[in-house]
């Protein structure tokens, strides 16, 4: 059985930090390139970071650039995101999955494979 699960998320000021994990299992995850994605209320999904199975090399979206860093460990198959800086439009719900890059674009490799998510509000 499947399971993403994603923790670490809550209610942070404008600066603040946090510290989100996501713990896998079902599948050899520790091989994929993992990732992070939020949505918003009332927004598409977004990709926000992502990470390569040896961990050298990592990808971020353009606003999160400079201020959040993706990491995994995977004797522990978990993959995490810690956000510095945080800013009120970072406010959404953050998943994790494992990716696939097409062009410049990233999406899910198991679309069917979601968490819950764990909900990042940031206030200002």
């Known amino acids: 059985q499947v399971q993403l699960v994603e923790s670490g998320g809550g209610l942070v000021q404008a600066g603040g930090s946090l510290r989100l994990s996501c713990a896998a299992s079902?599948?050899?995850?520790?091989?994929?390139?993992m990732g992070w994605f939020r949505q918003a209320p009332g927004k598409e999904r977004e990709f926000v970071a992502a990470?390569?199975?040896?961990?050298?090399?990592?990808y971020y979206a353009a606003s999160v650039k400079g201020r959040f860093t993706i990491s995994r460990d995977n004797a522990k198959n978990t993959v995490y995101l810690q956000m510095n800086s945080l800013k009120p439009e970072d406010t959404a719900v953050y998943y994790c999955?494992?990716?696939?890059?097409?062009?410049?674009?990233?999406?899910?490799?198991?679309?069917?494979?979601w968490g819950q998510g764990t909900q990042v509000t940031v206030s200002s």
């Open positions: 999955a494992a990716v696939s890059q097409y062009g410049s674009s990233w999406n899910p490799r198991f679309p069917e494979d």
């Open positions: 079902g599948r050899p995850f520790s091989r994929y390139t």
């Open positions: 990470i390569t199975w040896s961990s050298i090399n990592t």
